[in-house]
């Protein structure tokens, strides 16, 4: 039964002698991840996957494992055509029913098609996170539902005269420095990114009044949109804001030329 299971494993099994350390044991997972038969390995130097840019070193893991080490971790093997795969490796070492160390097992699975995801995400992360960079309004990403901070850029640190503060939960917003009209601290809920994260409420433009932490107030427009999944649930918000004390400022005295006119 359990010759069975291996050589129906999806995964790539490979057993070593410890007297060897030669490859006794291949599976036809393994020839399809590495390309040799199963001929081409049996009786081969346990350096058959190996190659000289491998992250553990020449020889792996192996004498760790023979020393009775379990060990897992993702790493790089070499293919008989000479590519390297990606692959998480789980190696343990073989004993007999009495105790005594035998060889070594491990369990390769290819993760190339995961690495490849990973990189394409941070890569796109990274472009999102240049686009932020190079606007010239304030921007904040969180994630629902919690509120907790995901992106935010430069220009929004300075226009709020600090970084976004961390926060795992809304009530943290009560750290913000939003204030009405009236003078009142804006609570957590009231703020638009709040908003638009607990009632999928969008907000545009709607002003708003910033204390910072130098004392200084400065007005904002703000406005903020739900990000939903195709189930209509709320997976992130996003907020932009936008200074515009000066426009304001020159409001006001053009308000006043035309009183006095």
């Given at each position: 039964?359990l010759?069975?299971?291996?050589?129906?494993?999806?995964?790539?099994?490979?057993?070593?002698?410890?007297?060897?350390?030669?490859?006794?044991?291949?599976?036809?997972?393994?020839t399809?991840?590495f390309?040799?038969?199963e001929?081409?390995?049996?009786?081969?130097?346990?350096?058959?996957?190996?190659?000289?840019?491998?992250?553990?070193?020449?020889?792996?893991?192996?004498?760790?494992?023979?020393?009775?080490?379990?060990?897992?971790?993702?790493?790089?093997?070499?293919?008989?055509?000479?590519?390297l795969?990606?692959?998480?490796?789980?190696?343990?070492?073989?004993?007999?029913?009495?105790?005594?160390?035998?060889?070594?097992?491990?369990i390769?699975?290819?993760i190339?098609?995961?690495k490849?995801?990973?990189?394409?995400?941070?890569?796109?992360?990274?472009?999102?996170r240049?686009?932020?960079?190079q606007?010239?309004i304030?921007?904040?990403?969180?994630s629902?539902?919690?509120?907790?901070l995901?992106?935010?850029?430069?220009?929004?640190?300075?226009?709020?005269?600090?970084?976004?503060?961390p926060?795992?939960?809304?009530?943290g917003?009560?750290?913000?420095?939003g204030?009405h009209?009236d003078?009142?601290?804006f609570?957590?809920?009231?703020?638009?990114i709040?908003?638009?994260?607990?009632?999928?409420?969008?907000v545009h433009c709607?002003?708003?009044r910033?204390l910072r932490?130098?004392?200084?107030?400065?007005?904002?427009?703000?406005?903020?949109a739900?990000?939903?999944?195709?189930d209509?649930?709320?997976v992130?918000?996003?907020?932009?804001?936008?200074?515009?004390?000066?426009?304001?400022?020159?409001?006001?005295?053009?308000e006043?030329?035309?009183?006095?006119?």
């Open positions: 039964r010759a069975a299971l291996v050589l129906s494993s999806p995964d790539a099994i490979v057993c070593y002698d410890a007297d060897t350390a030669c490859i006794v044991s291949w599976n036809p997972a393994a399809r991840l390309g040799y038969t001929a081409e390995a049996l009786g081969a130097d346990f350096r058959l996957l190996m190659h000289e840019s491998c992250p553990e070193g020449p020889d792996g893991i192996y004498h760790r494992v023979i020393a009775g080490e379990a060990i897992s971790l993702e790493t790089v093997r070499r293919r008989k055509d000479g590519s795969v990606d692959v998480s490796l789980t190696a343990a070492p073989v004993r007999t029913t009495s105790g005594k160390l035998i060889g070594a097992s491990g390769f699975r290819d190339s098609a995961r490849r995801a990973d990189a394409a995400l941070a890569e796109s992360e990274a472009r999102l240049a686009i932020l960079e606007m010239p304030g921007v904040i990403v969180v629902a539902p919690t509120g907790e995901l992106l935010h850029n430069t220009e929004g640190s300075a226009i709020l005269g600090h970084p976004p503060i926060v795992d939960a809304v009530s917003y009560v750290a913000y420095g204030v009209a003078g009142r601290r609570a957590p809920e009231d703020y638009p709040a908003r638009a994260l607990l009632r999928a409420e969008s709607e002003p708003m910033y932490p130098d004392g200084t107030v400065t007005d904002l427009e703000v406005s903020a739900p990000i939903l999944d195709r209509g649930n709320v992130l918000a996003v907020s932009t804001f936008e200074d515009v004390s000066e426009r304001k400022k020159a409001e006001r005295q053009r006043l030329l035309i009183h006095e006119l």
